[in-house]
């Protein structure tokens, strides 16, 4: 029966995709053992170490559906040893002789890692795709909005003006950073293990390393230049950038959440037919997906967090720390992967309401134009001078329900420094818009590199 939200039925949309469930199934993860040591034995043939038809069948056999987990997993709980009982199926499934090379001068931890090596280079592509997905909406979005001018918010409170293109144009240049960070990581996290049961490879032989290497080159993957297995920066590393870009999907999640607030309405997510908003307020249209997107990142942080803590190691081995990555590296991989999932199909489907952001804009009626004014009176009257007299014009006319440009033309320095033809274009939202076009230009070009391949 399951009891975790990333197996219920009524839940596991919300925290993951079918895709992802597959890459960290139990199954799946087996089988990466059972692929390490077909590799294992694959490359201590060619290098005569075991016998070729040992080598053979073992390969034939190690295939997932030789195993029965739940015998296996019976054995775990007898024994308190993870893989062994998984290696004595797999011995048993081949002859009586080629079954005993099985898992010769390895270690546990040595599959067991290089297991979540190949998960995780599964798991890669995903991100590395979906990754690409997130960043063409958010170009796509920039491009269509990057003339589109609302109100610039700082301290929760409107500013000064900006296009809502700019806004999308920061989120793509922050997603590209964290593209970079991928990339960067690869070589350094899908990395594998042969190392024996402290790191000496005294139990490979002379030829240790290139055994190693060949077994990595197998499986896709690098090999390290010394045991990892209490050096736990790979994983932590990789769980740490997923986490920073959940934090990034969180805060376009959370900033569209409250865009499409009521007072707001600047925006609107897809709605499909028969999305039910609460069960006793039949009109509402809640912003679900915003909503899911923005709470997804707290788990994915903490986990991230918790993978910090199995940095501190004992030893050369130490299962205190190890084991909680058991928990915190699938679920920082689910959470992320249905993050950004998520965020694809959320701005594929968004809605812009430049009438709105419009109106939006001109509900301070011209205060958030103040530093143009100021700066463009500086000249003649020098910038204190210009701040003064704008800040008691902007007092005087909050306090009296004034808009900003009546309350220059009854101020008596300002009435009589600025024209009235002066004064309605000082107030005019969309001729402060500063550079906000050209970043998004330069951005969108920045970036097209990695969104085109």
Known sequence: MPVSVFDMQS??????????????????????????????????????????????????????ANIDIAAMSAEIRRIKHS???????LQAACSKENGEWVHYGATTQDVVDTGVALQLKEFHAVVMRDMKAVGLE????????????????????????????????????????????????????????????????????????ELEERVMAKLGLGSPAISWAP?????????????????????????????????????????????????????????????????????????????????????????????????AVPECCMIAGAMLFQAKNLLAGLKVKPDVMAANLDKMRGYLLSERVMLELSERLGKQTAHEWIYEASMHGIENKLAFADAM???EGLGKALSDAEILDFTDPTAYLGQCAASV?????????????
């Not at 796509?140 to 909005?145: E, F, M, P, Y």
């Open 11 to 64: 839940l596991q949309h919300l925290w993951g995709t079918e895709e992802l469930r597959n890459i960290f199934s139990e199954g799946n993860r087996i089988q990466k053992w059972l692929d390490f040591e077909s590799a294992l034995a694959a490359a201590q043939a060619e290098m005569k170490i075991i016998p070729e038809a040992a080598a053979k069948e073992i390969a034939e056999k190690s295939h997932v």
């Open 83 to 89: 893989l062994v009982p998984a290696l004595k199926q």
């Open 231 to 327: 050096a736990r920066d790979r994983f932590t590393e990789y769980t740490t950038v997923l986490a920073m870009i959940g934090a990034t999907l969180s805060k376009i999640g959370n900033e569209l959440f409250n865009m499409q607030r009521n007072e707001f309405g600047e925006v609107e997510e897809g709605f499909s037919e028969g999305k039910l908003g609460s069960s006793t307020m039949p009109h509402k249209r809640n912003p679900t997906s915003a909503e899911n997107l923005a709470g997804l990142s707290r788990p994915l942080r903490y986990n991230a967090a918790m993978m910090m803590e199995g940095m501190v190691q004992e030893g050369e081995r130490d299962g205190i720390a190890w084991k909680m990555e058991w928990k």
């Open 138 to 209: 958010l170009s796509r979005l920039a491009v269509a909005n990057r003339d589109v001018p609302m109100a610039g918010r700082t301290h929760g409170v409107q500013a000064l003006p900006i296009t809502f293109g700019h806004k999308c144009a920061l989120w793509l240049d922050e997603l590209g950073r964290h593209h970079e960070r991928l990339v960067q990581a690869e070589p350094r996290v899908l990395v594998g293990m042969l190392a024996g049961a402290v790191g000496s490879q005294a139990s490979l032989g002379p030829k240790a390393q």
């Open 441 to 453: 230009d330069r951005v969108v070009a920045q970036q097209s590199g990695w969104l085109n391949r």
């Open 409 to 411: 033309r009854q101020h």
